[in-house]
């Protein structure tokens, strides 16, 4: 059986790959990725010389591409990480934003529905079973306050070009459902971390930035709060919501651990101080910098649901995560 997996060589979708590959040894993977300047080709090292893995350096743009693809290995289901997903990238460009992750998720959801389904509501005999698991992410829900946590039942409420353009794709993944009986199941995460994550982002900026004896910038006044997921619990959580999940269905996944950025500053300082120590404490380098446009002050999920009709929850706490985080990105950036 072949899946298709889009955005597989980023960190999400490298992550989960190689985890889902070695839990279904007999399960095919083509995993399409445009490799922008988040795809890295070497977060799949692990597996290249696997039989039953094949990269396509494609973009989901390309309807065309798409549907040849269909037609070579007539996928039997579709995970969908692809997207950009950097909200100040999206302040500076967002026409990037809207073309990826609309118009390129539309297309996926379009040529698989004609691949799967006869009409509405009635599928190709050989796809009875055929699913569509579309990613996604809390920021569709926008900004909460000192309390409170997003549940599959919070209004859209997204306060970026980013997560604007998420929501528009999980509202067409939605009327998929809705309108042709496709069977679609989206996950909203909250922000992950972990091994293999863009430089970029946020925890590895500050263990870059530590170890090179730059400043580590810290938007505002560092109070800004995120519920932190390890990517390898993510990954499992996909792979319950893809497998066992109901069709139309969402399932939000969080890790149970609000932090705030200046606290996550502060402990990855801590373990560098343990691990790597220098005449001073990595801590006095953090520098608060000019907060960016619209940051959402908090979001936090309630993953209820997908604990309970699923049987998923998350193994590391964030204590323990950022350790291993930690120790990955001082192998790379010292090895």
Same mark, same amino acid.
């Given at each position: 059986?072949?899946?298709?997996?889009?955005?597989?060589?980023?960190?999400?979708?490298?992550?989960?790959?190689?985890?889902?590959?070695?839990?279904?040894?007999?399960?095919?993977?083509?995993?399409?990725?445009?490799?922008?300047?988040?795809?890295?080709?070497?977060?799949?090292?692990?597996?290249?010389?696997?039989?039953?893995?094949?990269?396509?350096?494609?973009?989901?743009?390309?309807?065309?591409?798409?549907?040849?693809?269909?037609?070579?290995?007539?996928?039997?289901?579709?995970?969908?990480?692809?997207?950009?997903?950097?909200?100040?990238?999206?302040?500076?460009?967002?026409?990037?934003?809207?073309?990826?992750?609309?118009?390129?998720?539309?297309?996926?959801?379009?040529?698989?529905?004609?691949?799967?389904?006869?009409?509405?509501?009635?599928?190709?005999?050989?796809?009875?079973?055929?699913?569509?698991?579309?990613?996604?992410?809390?920021?569709?829900?926008?900004?909460?306050?000192?309390?409170?946590?997003?549940?599959?039942?919070? *209004?859209?409420?997204?306060?970026? *070009?980013?997560?604007?353009?998420?929501?528009?794709?999980?509202?067409?993944?939605?009327?998929?459902?809705?309108?042709?009986?496709?069977?679609?199941?989206?996950?909203?995460?909250?922000?992950?971390?972990?091994?293999?994550?863009?430089?970029?982002?946020?925890?590895?900026?500050?263990?870059?930035?530590?170890?090179?004896?730059?400043?580590?910038?810290?938007?505002?006044?560092?109070?800004?709060?995120?519920?932190?997921?390890?990517?390898?619990?993510?990954?499992?959580?996909?792979?319950?919501?893809?497998?066992?999940?109901?069709?139309?269905?969402?399932?939000?996944?969080?890790?149970?651990?609000?932090?705030?950025?200046?606290?996550?500053?502060?402990?990855?300082?801590?373990?560098?101080?343990?691990?790597? *120590?220098?005449?001073?404490?990595?801590?006095?380098?953090?520098?608060?910098?000019?907060?960016? *446009?619209?940051?959402?002050?908090?979001?936090?999920?309630?993953?209820?649901?997908?604990?309970?009709?699923?049987?998923?929850?998350?193994?590391?706490?964030?204590?323990?995560?950022?350790?291993?985080?930690?120790?990955?990105?001082?192998?790379?950036?010292?090895?």
């Amino acid at each position: 059986m072949y899946i298709l997996i889009t955005g597989g060589a980023g960190f999400i979708g490298s992550n989960f790959i190689v985890y889902f590959l070695n839990k279904y040894p007999l399960i095919k993977i083509v995993n399409v990725d445009k490799l922008t300047y988040a795809g890295e080709l070497s977060n799949l090292s692990e597996i290249d010389s696997y039989k039953n893995y094949t990269f396509i350096k494609g973009d989901i743009c390309d309807r065309t591409l798409i549907e040849n693809l269909f037609k070579e290995y007539n996928f039997k289901g579709i995970i969908h990480f692809a997207a950009e997903t950097h909200v100040d990238n999206s302040i500076k460009s967002p026409d990037e934003f809207i073309n990826t992750n609309i118009l390129g998720s539309f297309n996926l959801l379009d040529v698989a529905k004609n691949n799967w389904m006869l009409a509405p509501n009635k599928f190709k005999d050989n796809h009875q079973t055929s699913r569509f698991l579309h990613i996604s992410t809390d920021e569709v829900y926008g900004a909460l306050g000192e309390t409170g946590l997003f549940t599959e039942n919070t *209004p859209y409420a997204p306060n970026s *070009p980013y997560s604007a353009s998420k929501a528009s794709s999980d509202f067409i993944a939605r009327s998929y459902y809705h309108t042709y009986g496709f069977n679609v199941v989206t996950t909203n995460c909250s922000n992950n971390y972990g091994p293999k994550q863009h430089d970029e982002k946020l925890i590895p900026t500050i263990i870059r930035k530590a170890l090179s004896g730059e400043n580590i910038p810290i938007y505002g006044k560092g109070t800004n709060i995120r519920d932190w997921l390890y990517v390898l619990d993510h990954c499992k959580g996909i792979d319950l919501a893809f497998n066992k999940g109901a069709a139309g269905e969402t399932y939000n996944i969080g890790g149970k651990n609000e932090r705030d950025n200046l606290y996550i500053a502060k402990i990855i300082c801590n373990i560098l101080d343990e691990i790597l *120590p220098q005449s001073k404490s990595y801590k006095e380098q953090i520098t608060f910098v000019e907060d960016r *446009p619209g940051h959402d002050f908090r979001y936090a999920i309630d993953a209820t649901k997908i604990e309970q009709e699923l049987g998923w929850n998350a193994k590391e706490n964030f204590e323990t995560g950022i350790r291993k985080t930690v120790y990955w990105y001082v192998n790379k950036y010292q090895g």
